[in-house]
């Protein structure tokens, strides 16, 4: 649902091979990857308990600090800049979309009268 976001296992990267950092990169590596694994084990089979970005949000907070650390180090690198230009237009895209069509399906109540 916002793939810039992934650029924050870079900054994660970068993070640990600096000495200083390198204790803030395992929490926070932890506290992403324990977030991925417990929400993923839920098995509901009515969709009640459906894996969705609404579970992601602590660990995208994270990773999104850590996508700091990835363009202040790759800031002159062309390759990275044009990659992390089209991953935020399209990540802006599908979030916009998302909220703009969310109106489009109303629910049962409003639904009936129509």
């Given at each position: 649902?916002?793939?810039?976001?992934?650029?924050?296992?870079?900054?994660?990267?970068?993070?640990?091979?600096?000495?200083?950092?390198?204790?803030?990169a395992i929490v926070a590596s932890s506290v992403?990857?324990?977030?991925?694994?417990?929400?993923?084990?839920?098995?509901?089979?009515?969709?009640?308990?459906?894996?969705g970005p609404r579970y992601l949000i602590p660990a995208a907070a994270i990773l999104s600090a850590a996508t700091g650390l990835a363009i202040s180090r790759f800031r002159r690198n062309i390759p990275f800049i044009i990659t992390f230009i089209v991953l935020i237009a399209y990540s802006l895209g599908?979030?916009?979309i998302g909220a703009m069509t969310t109106t489009q399906v109303p629910p049962k109540v409003e639904a009936v009268n129509l």
């Amino acid at each position: 649902y916002s793939p810039v976001v992934l650029l924050g296992i870079l900054g994660m990267i970068l993070a640990y091979r600096e000495e200083k950092k390198r204790n803030l990169a395992i929490v926070a590596s932890s506290v992403v990857l324990t977030t991925i694994v417990a929400y993923s084990m839920f098995g509901d089979p009515w969709g009640g308990w459906a894996f969705g970005p609404r579970y992601l949000i602590p660990a995208a907070a994270i990773l999104s600090a850590a996508t700091g650390l990835a363009i202040s180090r790759f800031r002159r690198n062309i390759p990275f800049i044009i990659t992390f230009i089209v991953l935020i237009a399209y990540s802006l895209g599908v979030n916009t979309i998302g909220a703009m069509t969310t109106t489009q399906v109303p629910p049962k109540v409003e639904a009936v009268n129509l």
